[in-house]
């Protein structure tokens, strides 16, 4: 490959130009983003190596599409009718089904894979670009039949140029997984965050309180609305199955404490350590 088009030069793309170029000195990474502040920021940090327009698309080896999933929706229509026959183009989105929605009876389908890398921080924009964030981590992969085989082998080439995980997974499954493993868990911290800031009104209590434990549990309730009201949006059945058990469990414990019953709280608190091994140790 040698042109690769960003489209969205904040923290996923951003992070994605930064490794490329430290992998292939050779390549060309552009950048196309709304925000020319973003732009700007981009080339100043040398996460890309020049500015481009949706024009220039059609010289593209590979296209990333790293903006809000709703905005993806829309733009990957515009890009697919800009791109040439050889050109792969791939999303990175938090939702996967309503984009391979969108785009499954277009003629360019087979140009188009959708991805999912599951690596992130808190942080928005080019200046939260970390060289190496997807080392070791997993990409999820939906409807890879559906792309050329000579474009799947130059993606998987790029994952493993990087040093990603793969797995293949259809898109309604990877929405319903994702809603409990990541988006519950935004909307757990940014109401936990609410919660604090609603009652202690004394901020520096919150600061000189806030030990690790509250420090990170709250830390993704620092994440952009701009990012996750269009995540929410897009999975809202999934997500609203997530809450409904989320609030079960909320609500079975504030039942067990009112009746004093700290056995049973005890015991609920054991059978979830098991959440220790899960994240340690499944290859
Ligand atoms: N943040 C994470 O942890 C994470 C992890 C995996 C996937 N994702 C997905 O990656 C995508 C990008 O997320 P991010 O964290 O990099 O967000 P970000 O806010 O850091 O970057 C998004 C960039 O896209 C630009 N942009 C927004 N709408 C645009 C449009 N219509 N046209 C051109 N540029 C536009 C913004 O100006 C910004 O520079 C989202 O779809 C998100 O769901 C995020
Ligand atoms: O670690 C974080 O800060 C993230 O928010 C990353 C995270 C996640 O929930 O794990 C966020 C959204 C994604 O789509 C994938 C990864």
Redesign the pocket.
């Known amino acids: 490959m040698k042109n690769i088009y960003i489209?969205?030069?904040?923290?996923?793309?951003?992070?994605l130009a930064l490794d490329i170029k430290k992998h292939d000195s050779s390549i060309k990474v552009f950048g196309?983003?709304?925000?020319d502040a973003?732009?700007e920021d981009?080339l100043q940090l040398n996460v890309i190596d020049a500015k481009a327009t949706y024009e220039e698309l059609k010289h593209a080896d590979l296209v990333i599409?790293?903006?809000?999933?709703d905005?993806?929706v829309?733009?990957i229509l515009k890009i697919l009718e800009l791109v040439s026959d050889d050109t792969l183009v791939m999303?990175?989105?938090?939702?996967k089904a309503e984009i391979c929605k969108a785009i499954d009876q277009h003629p360019k389908r087979r140009n188009f894979l959708a991805t999912?890398?599951?690596?992130?921080?808190?942080?928005?924009?080019?200046k939260?670009?970390i060289l190496g964030l997807y080392k070791n981590k997993t990409n999820i992969i939906c409807e890879v039949e559906k792309t050329a085989f000579k474009l799947q082998e130059r993606a998987l080439q790029l994952f493993t140029d990087l040093g990603m995980r793969i797995r293949y997974m259809n898109p309604e499954a990877h929405d319903k997984h994702i809603a409990y493993v990541s988006h519950l868990s935004h909307i757990s911290a940014f109401m936990l965050g609410k919660t604090v800031i609603d009652k202690e009104k004394n901020e520096r209590d919150i600061f000189d309180m806030a030990g690790s434990g509250f420090a990170s549990t709250v830390r993704l309730a620092k994440?952009?609305p701009?990012?996750?009201t269009?995540?929410f949006k897009q999975n809202k059945t999934n997500v609203l199955e997530t809450l409904d058990e989320y609030i079960n469990n909320l609500t079975k414990f504030r039942t067990l404490m009112h009746a004093d019953d700290f056995e049973a709280i005890y015991s609920e608190m054991k059978d979830t350590n098991h959440i220790k091994e899960i994240l340690n140790g499944i290859e």
């Open positions: 489209i969205g030069v904040g923290l996923i793309g951003g992070s196309i983003d709304h925000n973003h732009l981009a599409l790293s903006i809000p999933v905005a993806a829309t733009e999303d990175v989105g938090s939702t999912h890398p599951i690596a992130g921080t808190e942080f928005s924009g080019p939260a670009a994440s952009s701009e990012m996750w269009p995540i």
